[in-house]
């Protein structure tokens, strides 16, 4: 009889004790199996590879007071933590929309949520920019009872080099949510002239040195150097701030690297453009008394939610908007250091 039983086919693993590159990791590709290596991490305060730790949880569900038979949006889908909270909220009555840009990850979270338990009869997941929120209400004829948008950019984008949202492992310099459409950091640079880029570092990061900066990046092109790697722009930003005293320049320089990295993210995704057309459509998308809530990373973003809320509160738009602003505990930066710099600010429709 011929055997017709299947081989296990091992996973493919990498030479030496650690992986080269990140697709030879295998943990990072599929997390949720190594819970007891997850749990190490998070204990040390780090997010783990290929992860993404949902900041503000309590906070939010706390204020949006979701109850069973609702309908929902949540704006930036992710990696689903916050959706996930929301959704057992609901408890199997009412219906989220999810959105987001990304086709790779938004896929990953569809699969995973559905896994959970929540399937299409609970959850609708679209590959939609945030910016285009009415468009869910034109199709469905619903208003939302609650809104969440976490605007920071999810951690498995920033753990894959191939997506080029971070400074401290070689990739391509593409930094673009969705890395089908558009123009990336790398073809960017090459259009801009160093005024443009000078205010693109100011306007979208603050960075000190954007005058300096501006200016090597033009050097390079001159020379006929290449910049189309996270590593050739760190170099760019190295060579650019070879004045500032050695004592202060390793920190100097990991600080640049974040906010131009910052500024050319916003740049190629126009997330202040964005971020202008979701919070002026958002009141037209929630119902009477209807909440919404907005977590911020930097302080671009920040000033401009603060002031639609302003605004749409003195118009009387808004019955009421956060006095202050709230930050996550001090515990939860403890566990997650990448919740240091959120802000969360929230209103309630009139």
Not at 71 to 88: E, I, N, P, R, V
Not at 115 to 138: P, S, W
């Amino acid at each position: 009889m011929e055997n017709q039983e299947k081989q296990h086919k091992r996973r493919v693993r990498y030479s030496g004790t650690h992986p080269k590159s990140y697709k030879e990791k295998y943990k990072e590709h599929n997390p949720e199996k190594y819970a007891d290596t997850i749990e190490r991490v998070i204990q040390k305060g780090g997010t783990p590879a290929g992860m993404h730790i949902s900041i503000c949880v309590k906070e939010i569900i706390d204020f949006l007071q979701i109850k069973p038979g609702m309908t929902g949006l949540d704006a930036t889908l992710g990696y689903g933590g916050h959706t996930k909270a929301m959704l057992q909220c609901l408890e199997g009555q009412g219906h989220i929309y999810a959105l987001d840009v990304d086709p790779i990850e938004s896929a990953k979270t569809k699969e995973r949520l559905e896994k959970q338990g929540f399937g299409e009869d609970i959850l609708t997941v679209r590959l939609q920019n945030f910016a285009d929120i009415d468009l869910v209400t034109k199709e469905t004829g619903k208003k939302f009872d609650f809104v969440l948008a976490d605007l920071g950019v999810s951690s498995m984008q920033i753990d894959n080099p191939d997506r080029g949202f971070s400074y401290k492992v070689d990739g391509p310099l593409d930094l673009r949510m969705n890395p089908l459409k558009g123009t990336s950091a790398a073809e960017r640079l090459k259009e801009v002239t160093q005024e443009e880029l000078t205010g693109m570092l100011l306007e979208n990061a603050d960075e000190p040195y954007a005058e300096e900066i501006a200016a090597t990046v033009m050097k390079w092109f001159k020379k006929g150097k290449a910049i189309e790697t996270t590593r050739q722009m760190k170099e760019v930003i190295e060579e650019a701030l070879v004045y500032v005293p050695k004592a202060e320049r390793e920190e100097a320089v990991k600080k640049s690297c974040a906010r131009t990295f910052q500024a050319l993210r916003i740049d190629v995704n126009s997330e202040f453009e964005v971020l202008y057309a979701f919070l002026e459509k958002l009141p037209d998308v929630l119902a009477p008394n209807g909440r919404v809530a907005i977590l911020t990373f930097h302080s671009g973003e920040d000033r401009l939610v603060k002031r639609s809320f302003k605004q749409l509160h003195d118009a009387g738009i808004y019955s009421e908007i956060c006095k202050d602003v709230i930050r996550p505990s001090a515990e939860e930066c403890a566990r997650n250091s990448r919740a240091k710099s959120t802000k969360m600010r929230w209103a309630i429709r009139a």
